[in-house]
């Protein structure tokens, strides 16, 4: 690619043809601060942080989207500039509510912390009319303030070119604008998936997902209640970003520390859950496969995905694994097999998942996910909600030792563990069913074809002689593409893996919070998909049928997977939704 010169703050830069003003600051380490930048996502040049001065031109120009041009010269830092930048946030904050101490986002704001950097203090705003502080709490996942909002369109831009839902937008004009559902419903009443994309983009307090910490400390404090914790397996790889870890780190041993402190009557992990649905879908695969069943089958451990598909592609729940979600198994085990070993009521037990997802929080009160006669998990927390409870109670979580789950429902593999990144639950599942179908013990346990980032993944395996075509998708607007050629019949699949996040649950919706910058230079996916690779390989056992304590699970107690037991515990059924139906 042809490279151009340009001159920025008196260094001259060289960059591609086409690159921004904004790109090319980058390459010689300059950042100018943006707030609706988003690359790829919403490059709109809407909020005007990113001005600066180019020679010639007649007004300030926004980097973000400014390309640049040979022999250009560009100045970021010109007191002309500063004060633009100043009195744009100045603007912002003179229609904002600035309760920022009772703010979930306090300290990790990025409208805060530019005022910070350019100095703009309570005094420096401007008075006037303001967007009445107006909460929309209607759906189960999340809360949405208006008066947080600076109309960034993040939030728009993910739910609309990402996730291909589009079901939140800028209503009115001028003044009056908002963010807000058509027809002013809630976004409980649309058919938003409960992703939660839009409050991992958003940059102020204006989303926030709808916290539980207090209940869930409540039941600690109850002695009455025997309250078991599961932590997901991308958790591990993204909590310690709360506490200054660098992206990338495992803190799998000083959560569980944290977890006991907190007080926890028993802490587990849903990686035995997830080794437990590779045995159930593995079974129901090759069951589909050898019995002429619905295919292709598509997997169903990602709750935004199966409401977006009950949504959108309601012709296809037939397609969909009957099987729980890991965290659902895991709270049906909890309170049937685990409640039974401890000689305890089932509705004694309070079960607590920590998972990086929002939809989860949707899940749990779904129908048909309570089948000990209570609901299998009674609470549901993001990674971000721990880490607030960590420090709510106290709690250093950089000094606490490494400490290991309890058993025998802490036990999981290296297959189990992947299932946080794209493509991992496909080759977890690979290294059961083919194992299984040829009676051979894998030599090559790594599928590296339904590894990575990219949105949309193609593999065909020859297994025992069959020819065992994959699919591997993840962010919906990803998965529709690919149902959508499926249901032309211009792909021709026998297993599908669709995940509702971008990349994963290493990225789902209720993951730590990155600032702009981060998110548009940083590979967070990857960086969180490796901790998760790094465990499987460095674990002893990576089958999930060679997992002691499933197998102790079915040999005691559920049978065999498939079994009359196994279904009525951990499979579940779905509902044809209409679109704008909750």
């Known amino acids: 690619m042809e490279n151009i010169t340009i001159k920025i703050n008196g260094m001259e830069v060289s960059a591609p043809k086409g690159s921004t003003i904004l790109e090319a600051a980058r390459l010689a380490h300059i950042e100018i601060p943006t707030l609706c930048f988003l690359k790829d996502i919403n490059e709109i040049g809407a909020c005007r942080i990113c001005v600066v001065e180019v020679k010639g031109a007649r007004s300030l120009v926004v980097s973000c989207v400014y390309p640049i041009n040979d022999g250009m010269e560009v100045w970021t830092n010109t007191p002309k500039v500063l004060e633009s930048r100043r009195k744009t946030l100045q603007l912002l904050l003179s229609n904002h509510d600035r309760k920022c101490l009772s703010c979930v986002r306090s300290g990790n704001c990025e409208l805060q912390q530019l005022c910070k950097e350019l100095g703009v203090t309570d005094e420096g705003y401007y008075d006037g009319e303001r967007t009445p502080s107006i909460i929309d709490d209607s759906a189960v996942h999340m809360i949405r303030d208006n008066s947080k909002c600076i109309l960034?369109?993040?939030?728009?831009?993910?739910?609309?070119?990402?996730?291909?839902?589009?079901?939140?937008?800028?209503?009115?004009?001028?003044?009056?604008?908002?963010?807000?559902?058509?027809?002013?419903?809630?976004?409980?009443?649309?058919?938003?998936?409960?992703?939660?994309?839009?409050?991992?983009?958003?940059?102020?307090?204006?989303?926030?997902?709808?916290?539980?910490?207090?209940?869930?400390?409540?039941?600690?404090?109850?002695?009455?209640?025997?309250?078991?914790?599961?932590?997901?397996?991308?958790?591990?790889?993204?909590?310690?970003?709360?506490?200054?870890y660098p992206i990338g780190t495992n803190v799998q041993g000083k959560m569980a520390a944290a977890l006991r402190r907190i007080g926890f009557d028993k802490v587990f992990d849903t990686n035995f859950s997830a080794d437990l649905t590779i045995m159930e879908e593995a079974h129901e695969f090759l069951d589909r496969v050898q019995n002429g069943g619905v295919l292709p089958l598509i997997t169903s451990c990602s709750p935004g995905w199966i409401k977006y598909c009950e949504?959108?592609?309601?012709?296809?729940?037939?397609?969909?694994?009957?099987?729980?979600?890991?965290?659902?198994?895991?709270?049906?085990?909890?309170?049937?097999?685990?409640?039974?070993?401890?000689?305890?009521?089932?509705?004694?037990?309070?079960?607590?998942?920590?998972?990086?997802?929002?939809?989860?929080?949707?899940?749990?009160?779904?129908?048909?996910?309570?089948?000990?006669?209570?609901?299998?998990?009674?609470?549901s927390l993001t990674t971000r909600e721990l880490a607030r409870m960590i420090r709510k109670v106290g709690l250093k979580f950089n000094t606490l030792p490494d400490e290991e789950y309890d058993a025998p429902l802490g036990l999981g593999t290296g297959a189990a563990v992947i299932f946080g990144a794209t493509g991992g639950v496909m080759e977890a599942a690979l290294r059961t069913a083919v194992e299984t179908l040829t009676g051979e013990e894998l030599q090559n346990l790594d599928f590296t074809d339904v590894r990575g980032m990219e949105g949309i993944k193609e593999a065909t395996y020859l297994?025992?002689?069959?020819?065992?075509?994959?699919?591997?998708?993840?962010?919906?607007?990803?998965?529709?593409?690919l149902l959508e050629k499926v249901k032309s019949g211009e792909a021709d699949y026998h297993f599908i893996e669709i995940m509702g996040c971008p990349g994963g649950c290493i990225n789902g919706g209720g993951q730590p919070q990155q600032p702009g910058y981060v998110r548009n230079t940083v590979d967070i996916r990857g960086l969180r998909a490796k901790v998760l690779y790094d465990s499987d390989k460095n674990n002893p056992i990576r089958k999930s049928h060679e997992n002691p304590a499933i197998k102790e699970l079915y040999a005691t107690f559920l049978g065999e997977p498939g079994s009359q037991k196994a279904h009525h515990l951990l499979h579940t059924t779905y509902v044809k939704r209409k679109v704008n139906e909750i």
């Open 152 to 244: 960034c369109r993040r939030c728009s831009a993910v739910c609309e070119k990402v996730q291909g839902i589009g079901v939140i937008g800028a209503n009115m004009r001028g003044f009056a604008t908002f963010i807000g559902s058509a027809f002013d419903m809630g976004l409980g009443e649309t058919s938003c998936v409960s992703c939660g994309q839009c409050i991992a983009v958003c940059p102020t307090g204006a989303l926030q997902e709808k916290s539980q910490v207090d209940e869930v400390l409540a039941a600690i404090a109850d002695p009455d209640k025997h309250v078991i914790v599961q932590t997901a397996p991308a958790v591990r790889a993204a909590l310690g970003e709360e506490f200054g």
């Open 311 to 379: 949504h959108y592609f309601p012709d296809m729940t037939e397609n969909l694994s009957s099987c729980k979600s890991p965290q659902q198994m895991f709270g049906a085990i909890a309170k049937s097999y685990y409640a039974e070993k401890m000689h305890l009521d089932p509705k004694d037990i309070v079960s607590v998942s920590i998972m990086p997802c929002t939809a989860k929080k949707f899940e749990i009160q779904r129908p048909d996910e309570a089948a000990n006669g209570v609901p299998d998990v009674d609470y």
């Open 463 to 481: 297994v025992a002689g069959l020819e065992v075509k994959v699919a591997i998708a993840s962010g919906l607007g990803n998965a529709k593409k």
